[in-house]
């Protein structure tokens, strides 16, 4: 059973999808999706971890039911990811990011290593500059707000030189999963993070971005392999 509660953090009302542990024997898990997706895009992964372990998925900033202030950043989006990993119960949590997710993660993971007991980041490499690219916006709603590809992009784009120190100052267990070569995201940068990390592994699904929507099982069971180490 999902139950969808809303948790307001520094003004910003966050969606968070809660599934309970039916025989809780795990670490609970936070879900970040990427850029456009919803606390949804997790359903298959949490409804597999719920089995041993409370997930709370999250619709991050401007994106499913969560508030949409207008203004997006990455470093906002790891404030309010940072604000909720206070208001939980649990002392810490596994934190698993997606794409975009996952660099909120990081950062989050940063600012509250102890509420961050292991990292696994989706597809995720060290930014690098890149020329800008935004794109059009698609006909019809969204479940987004399209100002935050417009506000976020150009991070992307052109990133803060300072992400391999974010990077090199991740003191969790992280688990980095990339997707191989069908992916736009470059597997150097992926193997690049990776090595910056002072304890990163990478397993690599070759399965594109979406590796836990291509691959679901596959990429559970890296998952719950690392986590339950």
């Known amino acids: 059973m999902v139950e969808v509660e809303r948790i307001e953090v520094r003004g910003v009302a966050l969606a968070v999808h809660v599934?309970?542990?039916a025989r809780r024997s795990g670490t609970p898990v936070l879900l970040l999706p990427g850029t456009g997706a919803t606390a949804q895009d997790w359903d298959t992964v949490a409804g597999h971890l719920s089995a041993t372990r409370t997930t709370y998925a999250v619709d991050l900033r401007g994106h499913g039911d969560s508030d949409?202030?207008?203004?997006?950043?990455l470093r906002l989006m790891a404030d309010d990811v940072t604000g909720l990993l206070d208001r939980l119960p649990e002392a810490a949590v596994d934190v698993v990011g997606h794409s975009l997710g996952g660099l909120v993660a990081c950062l989050a993971a940063v600012r509250r290593p102890a509420r961050v007991r292991r990292l696994v980041l989706e597809d995720v490499g060290v930014p690098h500059?890149?020329?800008p690219a935004t794109p059009a916006r698609p006909p019809g709603p969204l479940?987004?707000?399209w100002a935050v590809v417009e506000q976020v992009r150009p991070e992307i784009d052109d990133p803060d030189p300072a992400w391999a120190e974010v990077v090199r100052a991740v003191t969790a267990p992280t688990l980095v999963i990339g997707g191989g070569p069908a992916s736009f995201v470059p597997q150097e940068h992926v193997r690049e993070?990776?090595?910056a990390l002072p304890d990163g592994r990478l397993e690599t699904v070759e399965a594109g971005h979406l590796v836990h929507e291509n691959e679901p099982d596959r990429?559970?069971?890296h998952v719950a392999a690392f986590l339950d180490a």
Do not use: C, E, I, M
Request: aromatic share 14%.
């Open 193 to 195: 993070l990776v090595a």
């Open 219 to 221: 990429f559970l069971a």
């Open 129 to 131: 500059p890149r020329p």
């Open 19 to 21: 599934r309970r542990a």
């Open 143 to 145: 479940p987004f707000d």
């Open 68 to 73: 949409r202030p207008g203004t997006y950043s």
